[in-house]
Protein backbone atom coordinates (compact mmCIF):
# COMPACT_ATOMS: atom_id res chain seq x y z
CA UNK A 1 0.00 0.00 0.00
CA UNK A 2 0.96 3.50 -1.14
CA UNK A 3 1.84 6.06 1.77
CA UNK A 4 0.62 8.99 -0.13
CA UNK A 5 -3.01 7.23 -1.51
CA UNK A 6 -3.71 6.30 2.16
CA UNK A 7 -3.38 10.14 2.70
CA UNK A 8 -5.74 11.00 -0.08
CA UNK A 9 -8.56 8.80 0.66
CA UNK A 10 -8.46 10.18 4.43
CA UNK A 11 -8.91 13.80 3.03
CA UNK A 12 -11.52 12.54 0.82
CA UNK A 13 -13.34 11.37 3.30
CA UNK A 14 -12.73 13.95 5.65
CA UNK A 15 -14.19 16.86 2.91
CA UNK A 16 -17.24 15.03 2.53
CA UNK A 17 -17.58 15.78 6.43
CA UNK A 18 -16.92 19.38 6.14
CA UNK A 19 -19.20 19.25 3.25
CA UNK A 20 -22.25 18.80 5.93
CA UNK A 21 -22.19 15.10 5.33
CA UNK A 22 -25.53 13.67 7.15
CA UNK A 23 -26.58 12.13 10.29
CA UNK A 24 -26.23 13.12 13.70
CA UNK A 25 -23.26 15.87 12.76
CA UNK A 26 -25.11 16.71 9.44
CA UNK A 27 -28.47 17.84 11.44
CA UNK A 28 -26.65 19.84 13.90
CA UNK A 29 -24.84 21.82 11.73
CA UNK A 30 -28.33 22.65 9.43
CA UNK A 31 -30.14 23.41 13.14
CA UNK A 32 -26.52 25.97 13.63
CA UNK A 33 -27.04 27.70 10.06
CA UNK A 34 -24.62 25.56 7.95
CA UNK A 35 -25.35 23.64 4.92
CA UNK A 36 -27.98 24.07 2.03
CA UNK A 37 -30.64 25.53 4.76
CA UNK A 38 -27.63 28.32 5.97
CA UNK A 39 -26.71 28.97 1.85
CA UNK A 40 -30.56 29.63 0.87
CA UNK A 41 -30.85 32.57 4.04
CA UNK A 42 -27.56 34.24 2.31
CA UNK A 43 -28.07 37.55 1.27
CA UNK A 44 -26.14 38.91 -2.06
CA UNK A 45 -23.37 40.14 -0.28
CA UNK A 46 -22.85 36.65 1.17
CA UNK A 47 -23.03 35.08 -2.05
CA UNK A 48 -20.47 37.54 -3.22
CA UNK A 49 -18.04 36.87 -0.51
CA UNK A 50 -18.60 33.02 -1.42
CA UNK A 51 -18.04 34.37 -5.00
CA UNK A 52 -14.10 35.91 -4.03
CA UNK A 53 -13.56 32.92 -1.89
CA UNK A 54 -14.04 29.95 -4.40
CA UNK A 55 -12.72 31.51 -7.27
CA UNK A 56 -10.19 33.87 -6.77
CA UNK A 57 -8.61 32.22 -3.63
CA UNK A 58 -9.59 28.93 -5.01
CA UNK A 59 -10.71 27.70 -1.65
CA UNK A 60 -13.08 25.07 -3.61
CA UNK A 61 -17.17 24.92 -3.68
CA UNK A 62 -18.79 27.04 -1.57
CA UNK A 63 -22.21 25.63 -2.12
CA UNK A 64 -22.61 23.64 1.28
CA UNK A 65 -20.67 25.20 3.93
CA UNK A 66 -20.49 24.13 7.55
CA UNK A 67 -22.22 26.64 10.16
CA UNK A 68 -18.36 27.65 11.51
CA UNK A 69 -17.55 28.78 7.94
CA UNK A 70 -21.11 30.67 7.38
CA UNK A 71 -20.39 32.66 10.67
CA UNK A 72 -16.81 33.52 9.07
CA UNK A 73 -18.17 35.05 5.70
CA UNK A 74 -21.06 36.87 7.74
CA UNK A 75 -18.48 38.55 9.62
CA UNK A 76 -16.42 39.37 6.71
CA UNK A 77 -20.07 40.62 5.19
CA UNK A 78 -20.46 42.98 8.39
CA UNK A 79 -17.14 44.32 8.22
CA UNK A 80 -17.44 45.41 4.69
CA UNK A 81 -21.06 47.01 5.17
CA UNK A 82 -19.01 49.08 8.59
CA UNK A 83 -16.26 49.89 6.05
CA UNK A 84 -18.79 51.23 3.41
CA UNK A 85 -20.84 53.36 5.74
CA UNK A 86 -17.51 54.45 6.96
CA UNK A 87 -16.15 55.53 4.18
CA UNK A 88 -19.30 56.81 2.60
CA UNK A 89 -21.64 57.75 5.21
CA UNK A 90 -24.83 55.49 4.30
CA UNK A 91 -25.76 51.95 4.31
CA UNK A 92 -24.79 49.31 1.85
CA UNK A 93 -26.76 48.95 -0.81
CA UNK A 94 -27.81 45.58 -0.28
CA UNK A 95 -30.00 45.13 3.00
CA UNK A 96 -28.42 42.27 5.32
CA UNK A 97 -30.75 39.08 6.21
Do not use: C, W
Not at 27 to 39: F, R, S
Not at 74 to 81: A, K, L
Request: aromatic share 4%; no cysteine.
Amino acid sequence: MNFLSGNKNQNESQGTKKEGGGGLMGKVNETLGGGQAGEKKEDPLDKGVDFVQQHVMGQGPQNNEEAAEQAKDETISDSIRKGYKGATGSDFPVADK
